[in-house]
C-alpha cells in the first residue's frame, strides 16, 4: 500500500474523459473539441447539451428532436408540485432542488435501467425539469402563481419567462444561455467526482445527480457565486474596496470568485462573463454590482500581483445575473441546472465504463488495543 496522501486528490487522474479538456495555464477550455469562446458565439445550451451526451454536435433534425424532448419533459410530476407548495420557504432553493431530483428518481420505474439509451433520457428529463423547479419554487415563496413553461421558447428564454413571468429581451435571452453553455461542463471537478463516485456502485443516474447538487453547494466550489454576491453587497460601493479586501486578506481569509485549483491564469469563462456583463450594463438600471466587479478585479489585479489568483467563472457571474433580476440564492441553483449537462455526460461515460471508486486512507489511529468494558471506564 502507497504511503502517499494525494490531498484534495489534486494532480490525480481518477478516469479518463472525452468531454473537457482544461489547460490551467494558458486558460483553455475545450468541450469535446470545441473552445469554450466558439461555443460561446455560435452554438446554444440544447445543442452543448446534444455535443456533451454524444460527443458531436447534432444535425439540424438531432437538435429539433431534443428540443421537443426537453419541452415535454418541462411540467413537474404532481407529486413535487405538491412537495414545492410544502416546502416553499422553509428550505433553500439549492436544497429543494436536491429534493426534486430525488422525486423524480422515486417515480421513474426505470431508474434502474443502466442502458445508454435510458439514461440519455433521464439526462434530459432531468435537464429539462431543473429550471422548472426553481421558477416555481421562487414564484410560490413569492406568493405568486407558477408561471407554466413555453413551448415557443427555448430552454434559457422559457426559465427566465417561468422566473419572471415576463418574456426577457433577445440580449437577455442570449446572455442567459451562454452563461449555461460556460456552466454546462468542467472535467473532473468535485461534485462531478461526487456523481462519478455514487454511479460506481451501480446506483442510478437521480441518486448520482442527487450527490453531485450536494457537492455543488459548497463555497469552495459552486456556492461561491452566491458568495461573490454577498461580497459586492458588503463592499457597497467602489471607495470601501480597499479597506474591505485589506482587512479580509489580513484575517486570512479567501476572496470569493478569486482563485482556481486548475487555472493559474483568467477563467476564459471570466473573460467570457465579463464580455456578457458590458453587453448587458449598456442598457441595464441594474448595473451597480457589474461595475463595482469591475473595479474590484482591478484592485486584487494589483493586490494579489505575482500569486497566480484570477478571477474564476463565480466572479463576473454574480453580477450579470444580477442584471438578469436573478434573486441571489438562485445563483448556485442555477449552476446546477446548468451542470446537469456535465454530470449527465460524465455518468454515461462512468456507465459504459464503470469501476468502483474505492480508495484507500492511511490509518494514523491507535494501536491494538483491549476493549476496555464500560463499567471500567
Ligand atoms: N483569496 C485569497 N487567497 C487565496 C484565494 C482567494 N480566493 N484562493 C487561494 N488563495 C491562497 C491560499 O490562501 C493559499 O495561500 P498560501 O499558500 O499562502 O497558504 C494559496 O492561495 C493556494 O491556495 P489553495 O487553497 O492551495 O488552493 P486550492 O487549489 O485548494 O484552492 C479554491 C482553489 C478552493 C478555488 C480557492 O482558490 C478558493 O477558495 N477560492 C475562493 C472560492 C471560490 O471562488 N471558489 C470557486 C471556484 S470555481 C468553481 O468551483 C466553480
Redesign the pocket.
Known amino acids: 500500500m502507497t504511503e502517499v496522501i494525494a490531498r484534495?486528490l489534486?494532480g490525480v487522474n481518477v478516469t479518463a474523459t472525452k468531454l473537457c479538456r482544461i489547460d490551467g495555464q494558458k486558460g483553455e477550455l475545450i468541450y469535446a473539441g470545441y473552445n469554450i469562446f466558439d461555443l460561446a458565439e455560435h452554438s446554444t445550451f440544447e445543442e452543448t447539451a446534444f455535443l456533451l451526451w454524444n460527443l458531436r454536435l447534432p444535425t439540424r433534425d438531432e437538435l429539433e428532436q431534443l428540443k421537443a424532448d426537453l419541452r415535454r419533459e418541462r411540467p413537474l410530476s404532481d407529486l413535487n408540485a405538491r412537495v414545492q407548495r410544502e416546502i416553499v420557504g422553509k428550505i433553500r432553493p439549492m436544497r429543494a432542488l436536491e429534493i426534486s431530483v430525488i422525486i423524480a428518481g422515486a417515480l421513474d420505474p426505470k431508474s434502474s435501467d443502466l442502458s445508454q439509451e435510458q439514461l440519455k433520457k433521464t439526462a434530459a428529463l432531468l435537464t429539462a425539469r431543473m429550471p422548472t423547479v426553481l421558477a416555481q419554487y421562487h414564484r410560490l415563496r413569492q406568493g405568486l402563481d407558477p408561471v407554466p413553461p413555453r413551448d415557443d421558447l427555448g430552454h434559457a428564454a422559457n426559465f427566465l419567462w417561468m422566473l419572471k413571468g415576463e418574456e426577457p429581451n433577445e440580449l437577455e435571452a442570449r446572455v442567459f444561455d451562454v452563461a449555461m453553455i460556460l456552466h454546462a461542463e468542467?472535467e473532473m471537478?468535485a461534485s462531478t467526482f461526487s456523481a462519478l463516485v455514487t454511479a460506481s456502485t451501480l446506483s442510478d443516474m437521480y441518486s448520482a445527480i442527487a450527490s453531485a447538487i450536494g457537492t455543488l453547494k459548497g463555497?469552495?466550489?459552486?456556492g461561491?457565486n452566491e458568495?461573490v454576491y454577498r461580497t459586492l453587497e458588503a463592499i457597497g460601493t467602489e471607495e470601501n474596496i480597499p479597506r474591505y479586501v485589506d482587512d479580509l486578506?489580513a484575517r486570512?481569509e479567501?476572496?470569493?470568485?478569486?482563485?482556481?485549483?486548475v487555472y493559474k491564469t483568467t477563467d476564459p469563462r471570466a473573460i467570457i462573463l465579463e464580455q456578457l456583463g458590458h453587453k448587458l450594463a449598456a442598457t441595464s438600471p441594474d448595473r451597480k454590482y457589474f461595475d463595482l466587479s469591475l473595479k474590484l478585479r482591478d484592485y486584487l489585479a494589483k493586490k494579489?500581483e505575482g500569486?497566480p489568483?484570477y478571477p474564476?467563472?463565480?466572479f463576473f457571474s454574480a453580477s450579470v445575473y444580477k442584471m438578469l433580476g436573478i434573486p441571489s440564492d438562485l445563483y448556485t441553483p442555477i449552476?446546477a441546472m446548468s451542470r446537469i449537462a456535465g454530470w449527465t455526460a460524465h455518468l454515461l461515460e462512468q456507465y459504459a465504463d464503470n469501476r468502483l471508486v474505492r480508495p484507500n486512507a492511511l490509518y494514523e489511529g491507535a494501536d491494538p488495543r483491549p476493549y476496555v468494558p464500560l463499567e471500567q471506564r
Open positions: 484534495g489534486e468542467h471537478n463555497p469552495l466550489h459552486g461561491a458568495a486578506l486570512g479567501r476572496v470569493m470568485g478569486i482563485g482556481h485549483r494579489l500569486k489568483l474564476n467563472v463565480d449552476f
